[in-house]
């Protein structure tokens, strides 16, 4: 996003001591949604900069992998599976990091779902319960059960992955407003982390289009949650994981959004965005929220949402 010119900083005190980093050989970092997309991007770029890396996932099988992988690399690796939307499976995941690695320096709350769209009032209850149990409740268990632990160290910080839909007026059914809910934890987290001094920043990590496989992610549905209550459910679906499809085609590798939140987090840039293409939207949702009006449509047109 653009900003207005500023003054020129206070030369820095060449005597003052530099502040740790965070990414740096040593330190450990903690990944959900690690077996694929952007969690296994952060993984490898994390590794690369010879940070220990724990990767979460639910979807065992892919761990391993690409666990296996970033291992093969020279990275050290210790792969948890883990369903962030449990509560206990988080604070198992927290105690097999420490176990591990004998602390955490920076935690990535990434592990999403998308889930179905459409007008909220045909969403069946189990698919809201799925999508806000992983995109918001497992942030929530994030927090609660690493937070402790980053306290105690020298240094450390929160990346939570939020979306582009996170920040400009609704859109995406369950998944947007899960995302929404996901920028305001944040928000309030860096408050109430600024106010007890704590050496913890935060960042809020807003992608837009990324090649990653999100769009099945239905596939990692829990198989307690009830059915879909009518045929028309799974025309939803089909037509969710079409539209996430498009969006990821044209999106970025995720090694570039690594690179970018490794960039943001360095330059301690609390919300980081990947591109500038819906700039526009999130600055016209802030004029909107100003004077009142109702929403417009982020986009521009009825249908779809193009890429990005």
């Not at 050290?76 to 198992?92: I, K, N």
């Not at 859109?171 to 408050?191: C, D, Q, R």
Request: aromatic fraction near 6%; charge should be negative.
């Amino acid at each position: 996003m653009s900003s207005s010119p500023e003054a020129s900083p206070p030369a820095a005190d060449d005597s003052a001591p530099s502040a740790p980093a965070v990414i740096s050989s040593g330190r450990v970092a903690v990944v959900t949604g690690a077996a694929s997309g952007i969690g296994l991007g952060l993984s490898q770029r994390f590794a690369a900069e010879g940070m220990r890396v724990v990767m979460a996932d639910v979807e065992e099988p892919a761990l391993r992998h690409s666990a296996d992988e970033v291992a093969g690399k020279g990275g050290e690796v210790l792969a948890v599976v883990t369903d962030v939307s449990t509560p206990g499976q988080v604070e198992v995941l927290a105690h097999r990091a420490v176990q591990a690695f004998g602390g955490v320096h920076l935690l990535c709350n990434n592990a999403g779902v998308g889930g179905p769209h459409g007008p909220l009032w045909t969403v069946p209850e189990g698919e809201w319960e799925w999508v806000l149990g992983v995109n918001l409740w497992g942030v929530i268990h994030g927090v609660r059960s690493f937070l402790p632990l980053l306290l105690e160290q020298d240094v450390a910080h929160v990346l939570n992955t939020s979306s582009i839909f996170g920040v400009f007026a609704g859109a995406l059914g369950p998944y947007g407003i899960s995302k929404h809910a996901v920028t305001a934890l944040s928000e309030t987290l860096y408050f109430d982390l600024r106010e007890a001094g704590a050496r913890v920043g935060v960042s809020v990590l807003c992608p837009g289009a990324v090649k990653t496989n999100f769009g099945s992610s239905a596939r990692n549905r829990p198989a307690h949650l009830p059915p879909p209550p009518d045929t028309r459910a799974a025309a939803r679906a089909a037509a969710s994981k079409e539209q996430f499809d498009r969006l990821s085609a044209l999106g970025l590798e995720p090694s570039q959004v690594a690179d970018i939140v490794v960039d943001g987090i360095r330059a301690g840039r609390f919300y980081i965005l990947t591109s500038t293409n819906r700039n526009e939207a999130v600055l016209r949702r802030g004029e909107e929220v100003v004077r009142g009006d109702p929403p417009a449509r982020p986009f521009p047109f009825s249908g779809p949402a193009p890429p990005g």
